[in-house]
C-alpha cells in the first residue's frame, strides 16, 4: 500500500524517478551509446576516499537489457599518452567507418584514441591533444561528439563558456574555427541529441539563484550561489541560435553530468549523483519523456535515497 501514493503521483504529474544506481561504485559523468544492440557507457572513473578530482583511467560498461551492466575494465590511462598526466574526467566516444574514437578531457586539453572494438583497446591517435590550452577562451574539458544525419560531426565542450569545433570526416582532424555559442545558464557537460528536426543542447547549468543547499554532500544546507542542475536549450541547427527550455533534472548535488540517448524507440537520461562523498559519485538512469511540442518533461528526483553522503573531510 505505501507504494500506492509515489506511483499515483509519478502518474498524474508524468514523471518519474527511481535514483537507481546501475554502475559499481564509483563511476560519474556517463556518455551512453548504442552500437550494434548493446547500451554502452563511458564515464568517469571516480577513485574512493579520494580527495580531488585525480581520476587516472576509465572503465567502458554494457548491457544489453539495461537492468546488467558488464564492466568491460580499463579502456584507457594517463599512462597511455605523453602529453597530459593528471585530471582523466568525462569522456565521450563516437562510432564511424569501422572505427571506435575515444574523446576525453586531460589536464585540461582535450585528445582522442581509437580502436576497432567498442572496449579499445584504445590507443591515442594524434600523440598531442585535438584540442589544446589556451586556444578556445574556455576551460577544455567535457567533450561530446555528434554526429549530424548529414554526417557532419561536432565536437562540443567547455566550461562556463559553451564552445563546439567541426570535425572531418576521419574524426581525428579540426575542420574550421572554434566557434562561441550563446548558451543561457550553460556551466559544463554539454551534450547533443536530435529528435525530429530539433537539436537538444542539454548541459549542467549554472542558474543565478541563491539556493539553499548542502555546500558539500552531507554537509549542513546553506545558502549558496548557483544551484548546478540539467538544463537545455534548443535549435533548428547544430549551432544555435539557442532557445533555453529549462531544467530537466536536479540531481541535488553541487556536481552533475549525463548524456541522453534513444534506445529502443525510448529515451533515456544517464546522470550521476555525488556521494558518499564530494569526490565519489554513482551513475544512475531514468526514462526521459517529451511532450507533444517537443519540449522535456522535468524529472522529479527524491531528495533521499543515494543522496544521503558523508561530508568531505
Ligand atoms: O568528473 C570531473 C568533472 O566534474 C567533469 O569534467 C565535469 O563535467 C564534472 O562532472
Not at 549558496?224 to 532557445?243: C, D, E, F, M, T
Request: proline fraction near 7%; glycine fraction near 8%; hydrophobic fraction near 35%.
Amino acid at each position: 500500500m505505501r507504494i500506492l501514493p509515489v506511483v499515483l503521483l509519478a502518474f498524474l504529474g508524468g514523471r518519474a524517478f527511481c535514483q537507481k544506481q546501475i554502475l559499481p561504485d564509483y563511476q560519474a559523468d556517463p556518455s551512453a551509446h548504442v552500437w550494434q544492440g548493446t547500451t554502452w557507457i563511458y564515464p568517469s572513473h571516480d577513485l574512493p576516499n579520494s580527495q580531488d578530482w585525480a581520476m587516472t583511467d576509465w572503465h567502458a560498461f554494457s548491457s544489453k537489457d539495461l537492468k546488467t551492466w558488464k564492466d568491460e575494465g580499463v579502456i584507457f590511462s594517463l599512462d597511455s599518452i605523453t602529453w597530459a598526466k593528471k585530471w582523466a574526467w568525462a569522456p565521450d566516444a563516437a562510432f564511424r567507418n569501422g572505427t571506435y574514437y575515444f574523446y576525453f578531457p586531460a589536464d585540461g586539453m582535450i585528445g582522442v584514441a581509437t580502436a576497432k572494438t567498442p572496449k579499445g583497446p584504445f590507443k591515442d591517435a594524434l600523440g598531442k591533444p585535438l584540442i589544446g590550452k589556451n586556444e578556445s577562451g574556455t576551460f577544455v574539458i567535457d567533450p561530446c561528439v555528434f554526429q549530424d544525419t548529414d554526417g557532419q560531426a561536432y565536437l562540443y565542450f567547455g566550461q562556463n563558456n559553451s564552445r563546439v569545433v567541426k570535425l572531418k570526416d576521419d574524426m581525428v582532424t579540426r575542420e574550421g574555427d572554434i566557434i562561441n555559442m550563446d548558451v543561457a545558464n550553460f556551466h559544463e557537460g554539454s551534450w547533443m541529441h536530435k529528435k525530429g528536426d530539433w537539436y537538444y543542447l542539454s548541459y549542467c547549468s549554472r542558474e543565478a539563484e541563491s539556493v539553499e543547499m548542502p555546500e558539500y554532500p552531507g554537509g549542513a544546507p546553506k545558502k549558496v550561489k548557483y544551484n548546478s542542475r540539467i538544463a537545455y536549450s534548443v535549435s533548428k541547427s547544430p549551432l544555435g541560435p539557442w532557445q533555453y527550455k529549462g531544467v530537466i533534472i536536479d540531481n541535488y548535488s553541487r556536481n552533475n553530468h549525463h548524456s541522453i540517448v534513444e534506445i529502443k524507440k525510448k529515451w533515456y537520461l544517464f546522470y550521476h549523483v555525488q556521494g558518499p562523498s564530494f569526490f565519489e559519485r554513482r551513475v544512475c538512469m531514468e526514462p526521459l519523456r517529451f511532450r507533444p511540442d517537443g519540449t522535456i518533461v522535468p524529472i522529479d528526483l527524491p531528495n533521499t535515497g543515494l543522496r544521503k553522503v558523508a561530508a568531505v573531510k
